[in-house]
């Protein structure tokens, strides 16, 4: 079955550093890909997303590729703020229905 | 705001007892789904039901049942309770249809079973 996997956390940055958080995907289809965002105490948020291959979704500062050929949608960000910390799901969701299937979420803390 | 709302925020009650939660999706979503996020677990998916019908079932436990009812608010009931239905519950929403939406969460409920 479909499946997304994320580096494990946690992970801890100094303030301005670079991020990446590696996500590969299995599916059967051509899926649209996802990243959501869970800060302290709240729900998850969609923080962008990619409906085909080669699409970059952008929001805040954070990019992510949709690579088909190597199933992957890592997330990047040039210079994290200690505002960044938070726990990132990777996830998604085959064309032809609407489950969503997450990855296990990546923690990140932001130190000043 | 998602404009996904919850209630209650949070619930305490014992083991062998009966709960229901509540979730209203946003105006116009058609989808609702429901989480259960725990640190061991991660967040599983639970139920998605569409306009009023139960659509996909993820890794529901049968002493769990959920509902959508016309005016597309659902209920999650969890009933025998165990020390290991605490947890996040989430409810989710989306516009539903055969594509694939975003969908928007819910702030959670919060169970406490003692």
């Known amino acids: 079955g479909d499946s997304v996997t994320q580096m494990e956390g946690p992970v801890t940055l100094s303030e301005e550093a670079f991020l990446t958080i590696n996500c590969t995907y299995t599916?059967?289809?051509?899926?649209?890909l996802f990243w959501y965002v869970q800060y302290p105490g709240e729900g998850l948020q969609l923080l962008l997303k990619?409906?085909?291959?080669?699409d970059k979704g952008s929001n805040k500062g954070f990019e992510a590729t949709y690579r088909k050929e190597t199933t992957s949608f890592h997330l990047e960000k040039g210079s994290v703020q200690v505002s960044d910390s938070a726990v990132y799901f990777c996830?998604?969701?085959?064309?032809?229905?609407?489950?969503?299937?997450f990855g296990p979420g990546t923690s990140l803390s932001v130190i000043p | 705001d998602s404009g996904v709302t919850q209630t209650p925020k949070h619930l305490i009650t014992a083991t062998g007892q009966r709960v229901t939660l509540r979730c209203s999706p946003r105006?116009?979503?058609?989808?609702v789904y429901w989480y259960q996020q725990s640190l061991d677990q991660g967040l599983q998916f639970l139920i998605q039901y569409y306009n009023g019908e139960e659509r996909a079932k993820g890794n529901i436990l049968e002493r769990f049942s959920a509902q959508q009812f016309p005016d597309l608010h659902s209920e999650l009931n969890l009933s025998s309770l165990e020390l290991g239905d605490s947890a996040l519950y989430f409810c989710a929403s989306s516009v539903g249809g055969g594509e694939s939406y975003e969908q928007y969460f819910g702030p959670g409920t919060r169970l406490t079973v003692t």
């Open positions: 996830a998604l969701s085959e064309t032809s229905y609407d489950k969503v299937i």
């Open positions: 105006s116009g979503d058609l989808s």
């Open positions: 599916a059967t289809g051509y899926p649209s």
């Open positions: 990619a409906t085909k291959a080669d």
